[in-house]
């Protein structure tokens, strides 16, 4: 017989927060050992990011943001998909720079910033995350 559903969220659960985990480190590459090949992530920008891309976006973010953090709460699962809120905060030390996203550049404040709060589902594909979505309201 296989894991039962409270097993199976326990799993996914620490999976999400491992890839979290990962991606507050300074080893954040770590965080791909838990997508997989074909990973998405559906975020604020206009089209989806696979992995490498999503990297990127969080290095532009560490280097503006050295202390960057990720707090996570509100987990929940239904079906194949892990529900969660996620906040970012930081001390906004250095530049943020965004123009290879078309949104320019976010001068530095020298002030923490908590970012509010989002709204994630993970969608995975055995015990790795295909897709993660951001489904926050406007």
């Known amino acids: 017989m296989g894991p039962t559903f409270e097993e199976l ?6 999976i999400v927060k491992a890839y979290y985990a990962a991606l507050d480190s300074d080893e954040m ?15 604020f920008i206009p089209q ?28 929940r699962m239904e079906a194949n998909v892990v529900k969660l809120t996620v906040q970012l905060s ?10 290879s996203l078309g949104i ?6 020298d002030r923490f910033v908590i970012f509010p709060n989002a709204n994630y589902e993970f969608v995975f594909q055995g015990n790795l995350i295909a897709l993660q979505r951001d489904v926050s309201p406007v």
């Open 9 to 14: 969220f326990m799993d996914r659960m620490d």
């Open 29 to 43: 590459e770590q965080a791909l050992q838990y997508l997989t090949e074909t990973y998405q992530l559906v975020d």
């Open 48 to 75: 989806a990011m696979d992995s490498e891309a999503m990297l990127g976006l969080m290095r532009l973010f560490r280097a503006a943001m050295p202390n960057l953090k990720h707090s996570l709460s509100n987990f």
């Open 90 to 99: 930081g001390t906004n030390s250095g530049h943020l720079d965004l123009r």
């Open 104 to 109: 320019g550049v976010v001068p530095r404040s």
